[in-house]
Every structure is written in C-alpha cells, then in structure tokens.
C-alpha cells in the first residue's frame, strides 16, 4: 500500500546477504500481524489492521490476520516489495512517480510466489483457490486506485501532517469508498494464521534465494 513514509533506502541490498543466521545460514524471516503494528503506522489516518501491511525486509513483515482473501492478496503485495529484479530505492515522499511504480512492480511480481503454495493451503478446499485469485485481482486494482488519489501526499510544500490533512480533506471520501468495496472482497474466512504465516515464509523463501541467482 502507500505507506506514506519517509524516503527509507530499502533491504533490496541487503537481501539474499546479510540477515543470515551464521549457524544455519539460514535467511531470518519475522512475520507478525497487522494489528501489531507499530504506534507510528497506527497514527496513520488510513491504517486499519483488516488490511494494513508492509515488508521493509524479511524480519520486518506485517500481514493483516483478518479474512483469506485480505491477507493472501496483501501477503502477494508486501513480499513483491522483497523481491530485487527491477527494484525501485528512490521510492519516498518526495518521488511519487517511483513510488506508483514500485507499488505496481510489487503486485505484479509478488502473486506468483504466494500462488505456488495456496494448493498447500488449501489442501482440503481446493475449490475456494479460484476465489483467492480473483479477489487478488479486485484488491489490486483498487489498492492501485488509492495510491494514485494519494499523489497529493508526494508534491508540493508542507509537512508530512499538512499532506495528510490535505489528501483526507481532497480525496477521502473516494479513498474510503475504495476502501468499502475492497472490503466486499472478503470471503469470510478467517486465516489459520499458523499455517498461512509458514506459507508465507516459504515464499519469501523462495524470493531470497531467487535474488541471489537473478541478481
Ligand atoms: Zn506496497
């Protein structure tokens, strides 16, 4: 999503290196859920735990524990962030075009690493998998939808609160609306957060050892 933060020279250059467990070798990955999420994302006017996320790196993972359908397609989204191939580090407050790219190279890259492990998942309900996909589909068009009504928060003077008082007063009811439809892409279910967080973590697996061999 638009994380409306401070510019933050991301992990791309550390993934697939450091953050290893010197034992093992083995990449750290943390995954924790959105209503977790530190104080300063809650003062966000916009977060909302139902489908808030983000993946500054692989032990820096929230993930909404809300519905299946919220929580795969932003798990899709936030761990394309992870992925180095194509990635933008001049993303940030002040460069709004490479923040709009980098949010669309991140749904378009992450759904194939979560896709591969929902026949894992849904071992036993193979039937709902079509479900999870179209709704990927909706919640990524409208997530891209809110991000370009979010441009005001890129351009212009003013502090970061002053950007936000602006976009909420121009384009907040239409981010709201937005944010009601890609809700009624809920499926009600709720995730088995165990065995959807170690799917995850297969995926981001799967990105990691990917960035060393496509670097
Ligand atoms: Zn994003």
Known sequence: MPEFKEPAISSANQMGQGKCNKTEQEPK???????????????????????????????????????????????AHEIGHLIARGKRLDTGIDNFEATLAEEQRAWDMGWEYIQKYLGEYYEDSPEVIPTIEQAFQE?????MQITKLSESMY??????????????????????KLIEDMKKEKINLKPEWDRFTTIVEKAVKDIISDNVTQK
């Open 29 to 75: 990955i943390v995954i924790k859920k959105s209503s977790e999420a530190p104080p300063e994302v809650k003062a966000n006017p916009f977060y909302d735990a139902e489908w808030w996320g983000r993946a500054n790196s692989p032990d820096d993972i929230y993930l909404p524990d809300s519905d299946e359908a919220l929580s795969f397609a932003i798990a």
């Open 155 to 176: 351009s212009g003077p003013g502090s970061l609160e002053e950007k936000r008082e602006l976009l909420l007063s121009e384009n907040g009811e239409d981010i709201r």
């Open 139 to 143: 919640i990524r068009n409208i997530l």
